[in-house]
């Protein structure tokens, strides 16, 4: 048992990459906003945020304007009209929101480190430009 112990404090030694995982009640939006103002301050990088409620929930301002964030994995949350600034983000996946043409142009011009982007069960959004 102390063998297993070992192994995994040796696997574990590198530190973890900042993250923030949260899934809420749309109740609970003001608090979650604050949480993620607090995160932000600490340069977090990848976050998973998924509203459990058809309804959804809107990202926080703080969370669009996070230049430290790479990763982003977002469900039942929209954007109506933030400002988006992911000035490092290399990978997003969004689902079940619903997300309008202008919205995906802002989104794709707002982030010019994007590598991959997932979308799935989206509506809305039907084609880029004119």
């Known amino acids: 048992m102390e063998m297993t112990n070992l192994k995994k404090q040796k696997v574990t030694e590198e530190e973890p990459p900042k993250g ?41 301002e703080s969370l669009c304007t996070c230049s430290s964030l790479i990763t982003l994995d977002v469900k039942h949350c929209g954007f109506n009209n933030t400002v988006i600034s992911w ?9 079940h929101l619903m997300l309008t ?10 982030c010019l480190a994007l590598e991959t982007m997932e979308l799935y069960s ?9």
């Not at 043409?101 to 707002?110: P, T, Y």
């Not at 989206?122 to 004119?130: K, Q, W």
């Open 20 to 60: 923030i995982n949260f899934s809420f009640r749309p109740e609970y939006e003001t608090l979650i906003s604050r949480c993620f103002s607090f995160t932000v301050e600490r340069e977090v990088e990848n976050v998973v945020l998924w509203s459990q409620y058809s309804n959804g929930c809107t990202l926080p």
């Open 122 to 130: 989206y509506t809305g959004f039907h084609r880029i430009g004119n």
């Open 87 to 95: 000035n490092s983000l290399k990978s997003i996946k969004l689902g």
């Open 101 to 110: 043409d202008d919205e995906m142009v802002k989104l794709l011009s707002d």
